[in-house]
């Protein structure tokens, strides 16, 4: 039996719960079958590498942040076929998150609506939980660390956190993830503004280049950016990941635009809208940052992706590697393989 049809099986058990809650059932269930080998019965992707970054990834496709915020899942995740795992997004301090309920499925649409807020249980917890698995102490593949800034910190003080969170997380990280784009933290996507991700970048292009220094090693920086920016915004935040020779970007997180779905239940939920929605946005952000950067830095295309042909757009498009999220939720994990199959040369 494929592993869709098995999913396809599975999954009106899992959206009979509430969606936080089939969350907190999948992962430590996919964990504890990893434990014991059944996710080795799964097809995984035939290798494919990519080196981007500086960085080889076994295949292209890879795991978006959100899913596993404190690191707690990173074997159980690994053990799905995909070329890189990312965590977090983890902030200085622990923190609940927005009150519940908090996330709200939207079928149709094959969408999600979240307001978790960066619930997490802080730094110190999330780079133990790193160090714990085996996926980090076997050197089994690549691993991004996306970090963030406490909702109680004062966005004018945000570029501390970040610095905070980045000196905690680079020992262990194959590359960093900067998020100034999520909707769910009073104020963040100001960080997107000009002067404002001007210097921050600064500030984190110098603690990068101290702790490679310090550590001898140069783990690469992407910044994540959100769908809702314009083209004026695009070309600024292009020229600031040149000008400050960030490794990366990833585009996108979720959007703030409703509008396709809006006229369903739960449509008017405050909060970011991830899966098919997002599609057209991400890829839109994607061709208009590959016009500004050229060759100079890759982009890892991340929104929407629910089949392979998808995950071919936003390569197509000027993307090196893709990221899912929502699709997992919808498709199930056989979507990793059909990604990865239709990304092949």
């Known amino acids: 039996m494929s592993q869709k049809l098995l999913y396809a099986l599975g999954r009106p058990l899992l959206f009979a719960l509430k969606p936080e809650t089939a969350h907190n059932v999948t992962l430590p269930a996919l964990r504890s079958a990893a434990a014991i080998g059944l996710t080795g019965l799964m097809k995984k992707p035939a290798p494919d590498p990519r080196s981007v970054m500086g960085i080889t990834f076994p295949n292209p496709v890879g795991l978006a942040a959100g899913l596993d915020k404190d690191g707690a899942y990173i074997d159980g995740l690994s053990a799905l076929g995909f070329g890189f ?16 309920p908090r996330m709200f499925r ?16 802080g730094v110190d917890a999330f780079v133990a939980n790193v160090q714990a698995s085996k996926f ?15 909702a109680s910190t004062p ?8 610095l905070h969170c980045l000196e905690k997380v680079y020992p262990y990280a194959s590359y960093v993830t900067v998020n100034i784009s999520s909707p769910n933290t009073a ?16 500030r984190l292009k110098d603690a990068q280049l101290r702790l490679a220094d310090q550590h001898k090693r140069y783990v690469p920086l992407a910044l994540k950016i959100a769908p809702d920016v ?13 000008r400050h020779k960030i490794d990366g970007v990833i585009a996108t997180n979720t959007t703030l635009s409703h509008r396709l779905v809006d006229r369903m239940r ?4 405050t909060g970011g809208v991830s899966g098919e929605p997002v599609y057209d946005l991400s890829n839109i952000v994607i061709r208009a940052l590959r016009q500004e ?7 890892i295309g991340v929104g929407g992706i629910m089949r392979g042909a998808d995950a071919k757009e936003k390569i197509n498009l000027g993307a090196s590697l893709v990221q899912l999220y929502t699709g997992l939720i919808y498709q199930g994990p056989g979507l990793i393989r059909e990604c990865a199959q239709a990304l092949r040369p």
């Open 85 to 100: 795992i990312e965590v977090g997004t983890v902030t200085p301090k622990p923190q609940p998150g927005n009150p519940k």
């Open 106 to 121: 939207i079928p149709a649409k094959r969408a999600v609506i979240n307001r978790m807020g960066f619930n997490n249980g």
């Open 136 to 150: 980090y102490q076997d050197k089994r593949g690549v691993l991004g660390l996306n970090i963030g800034k406490n």
């Open 155 to 162: 966005i004018e003080n945000a570029v501390d956190d970040y």
């Open 187 to 202: 104020n963040l996507r100001q960080l997107q503004g000009a002067s404002e991700l001007d210097a921050l970048l600064m």
């Open 230 to 242: 314009d083209g004026d915004q695009i070309k600024d935040i292009a020229a600031a990941l040149l």
């Open 266 to 269: 739960h449509g008017q939920e």
């Open 293 to 299: 950067l050229g060759d100079a830095l890759p982009i």
